[in-house]
């Protein structure tokens, strides 16, 4: 995917954010993230936008932490939401294609990394507004959620942080029933995953089903659409794969 779907992608996801919650008022339960409330989601993808913003804004050469979220609820918060999301976007969209920053996941460019990784956040997070709210959730488009899978599995399991281990060689597969080549072999051990994308020999275990639906399984916010196999590497990757920003 190019940069600029990516920025479209995230300017209609934060949108979408931001209505979610407030339909639910600040004050909901967000039962994907347990102990959260949406106001506390809120003042996380905020505080997540405006951190990735000064990266690219500021062209930060490393790491640096992020800003303590505001005291804020109600409108004011919602307020706050809506103008950092909008200065993460213009940031993302006027940005020098070689600009130089820090990222922390592989990517052909900085700016390419922090389009691709705030789109994925506003979207997994859109989710977890949606459930707060109730109804039906906004759809995923095929592409965008393959190219999320992609993203979480062979490119944030890859770091040494990754918990999914096994202590003997196991192998946990990924399929997207209703995408081309969308399979990943990801083969677990004491060390940290292995994936390639590709039906590479046999699995213990398949996770399958709409890309759609697998990718806010794999980000733990649904069931998984269908499991073959060793169910307990289900199991594995419900309890040990949650990934935290700091």
């Known amino acids: 995917m190019k940069t600029a779907a990516y920025v479209e992608i995230l300017d209609r996801e934060g949108a979408l954010l931001a209505e979610a919650a407030e339909a639910a008022g600040s004050d909901a339960e967000v039962p994907a993230c347990p102990g959260w409330r949406v106001r506390d989601l809120l003042r996380h993808t905020g505080t997540v936008h405006r951190w990735a913003t000064a990266f690219v804004a500021e062209e930060h050469l490393g790491p640096r932490p992020a800003a303590d979220p505001p005291d804020l609820d109600g409108a004011p918060l919602l307020t706050w939401f809506r103008e950092g999301h909008g200065r993460l976007v213009d940031t993302l969209a006027g940005a020098a294609p070689d600009v130089r920053c820090w ?144």
């Not at 707060?132 to 399991?157: I, M, Q």
């Open 103 to 246: 990222h922390f996941l592989p990517a052909p460019s900085p700016l390419a990394f922090w389009a691709r990784r705030q789109a994925h956040e506003t979207t997994v997070h859109r989710i977890d507004a949606e459930s707060a709210r109730g109804g039906e959730p906004t759809g995923v488009g095929v592409d965008f959620a393959v190219d999320g899978l992609d993203e979480l599995l062979c490119a944030f399991h890859a770091r040494p942080k990754s918990a999914v281990r096994t202590e003997e060689p196991r192998t946990l597969r990924v399929r997207a029933t209703d995408a081309p080549d969308a399979v990943w072999t990801v083969r677990l051990s004491a060390q940290p995953p292995v994936t390639v994308r590709e039906d590479a020999g046999d699995a213990d275990c398949e996770l399958s089903g709409p890309a759609a639906l697998l990718y806010p399984a794999l980000w733990n916010r649904r069931p998984f659409p269908e499991v073959t196999g060793d169910g307990a590497l289900a199991a594995l990757w419900r309890e040990r794969s949650a990934v935290t920003w700091k």
